[in-house]
C-alpha cells in the first residue's frame, strides 16, 4: 500500500525529533519528506558537518516510530549568479545525496538553477541546457549513493512598482521535465508540484499524463493561483479533483506527499491540522488505489 507522507515544513523546527516523529505515528502519516536545508531555507546545508551522527538520530526516530524517510528535499534557491561556482553546487549536492542515502531514502528533490529573468520562454533553452549540464555532472554522485534525483517543476517571481506576479520559467512544463529526466537517464526522475502547477497555469492532466512513468514523488498543496501558499488541499482553488484522476490515470505509484506549511499553526494545533492533511491523504488513496 502506497504511504501518506508529509514534507517537514514549519514543524521540524518546533519539537525534538523525538516528538516529531511521535507526532507523525499518532496522527497516522507513514512517511515524510525530509528538508536537508537550513531554517531559512535556500542554500544553507542543515547538517553542517555532522551528517552521519544527525542522519542516525533522525534515522533512528523515525523507525522507532514507523515512519519512513520516502523523499529529501536538496537546498535550493539557485540563480544565475552562482552558475559561475558550479564545484560550490555539486559539493551541496553530493552532501544532500550522501544525506539522503545515511537517512535511509531512496529520492532526492532538486530545483533548477534559474536565471533571475528566465520568464516563459525568454532564454528558456538557455537555462534548460544549463541545468543540463550540472546534473549531469552531478550524475556519478547519485549512482554511488544510491539515490535518484527528482526534477521539480517551478516557477519565477517578476517584481514590479509595489507589485509581483507568479510566471512560468525553466521546468515549468511537464514537457521540460520529461525532456529533461530522460535526456538524464536513469538517476533521474520527477517530483510534480500541483501548487506550483496551478500558479503556472499548466494543464493539470496533460502535464500529468506528459510527465507519466517519470513521476516518482509528489509536493501536494493548494493555493488560490497566484501566491505559493502551500495551503492544506481544499482550502484554495486547485482542482483536486482533477489532480487524483490524473494520478490514477497514469498509474502513478509512489507515496501520496503533502508540502502544506504549518508555519503558523501553533504547536498546541499541530495534531488538529494534520489530522485534516492525513484525512485528505487516505481519501486520494482510496480513490487512487480503488481500496
Not at 73 to 90: M, Q, S, T
Not at 178 to 183: E, H, L, M, V
Not at 187 to 215: M, N
Amino acid at each position: 500500500m502506497r504511504k501518506i507522507s508529509l514534507a517537514g515544513y514549519g514543524f521540524l523546527e518546533k519539537m525534538s525529533t523525538e516528538e516529531t516523529f511521535a507526532l507523525l505515528e499518532r496522527v497516522g502519516f507513514d512517511a515524510i519528506d525530509y528538508p536537508l536545508y537550513g531554517e531559512e531555507k535556500g542554500l544553507e546545508f542543515a547538517f553542517g558537518d555532522k551528517t552521519s551522527e544527525r542522519a542516525k538520530v533522525i534515522r533512528s526516530a523515525a523507525e522507532d516510530h514507523g515512519v519512513v524517510i520516502g523523499q529529501t528535499h536538496a537546498p535550493y534557491g539557485y540563480r544565475e549568479e552562482h552558475k559561475g561556482d558550479v564545484a560550490a553546487i555539486l559539493d551541496m549536492y553530493r552532501r544532500a545525496a550522501e544525506a539522503t542515502a545515511l537517512l535511509g531514502a531512496k529520492l532526492m528533490v532538486v530545483h533548477p538553477l534559474k536565471f533571475n529573468d528566465c520568464i516563459r520562454d525568454y532564454r528558456r533553452e538557455e537555462c534548460f541546457d544549463l541545468n543540463i549540464e550540472i546534473f549531469q555532472r552531478l550524475t556519478p554522485i547519485l549512482k554511488e549513493t544510491g539515490v535518484t534525483a527528482l526534477l521539480e517543476n517551478m516557477f519565477v517571481t517578476e517584481h514590479g512598482d509595489g507589485w509581483f506576479r507568479l510566471l512560468p520559467t525553466i521546468y515549468s512544463s511537464g514537457e521540460e521535465l520529461r525532456r529533461a529526466a530522460d535526456i538524464l537517464g536513469d538517476s533521474y526522475g520527477v517530483c510534480w508540484d500541483s501548487g506550483h502547477a496551478f500558479i503556472t497555469k499548466e494543464d493539470i492532466l496533460g502535464t500529468l499524463r506528459t510527465i507519466g512513468g517519470r513521476l516518482m514523488a509528489l509536493h501536494l498543496h493548494d493555493n488560490t493561483g497566484d501566491r505559493d501558499d502551500h495551503l492544506p488541499p481544499h482550502f484554495g482553488k486547485m482542482p483536486m479533483d482533477e489532480v487524483v484522476s490524473g494520478l490514477k490515470e497514469i498509474g502513478y505509484a509512489g507515496n501520496l506527499n503533502f508540502e502544506v506549511r504549518f508555519t503558523a499553526v501553533p504547536t498546541e494545533m499541530l495534531e488538529a491540522a494534520m489530522r485534516y492533511v492525513y484525512a485528505v491523504g487516505a481519501a486520494f488513496r482510496r480513490r487512487i488505489d480503488g481500496e
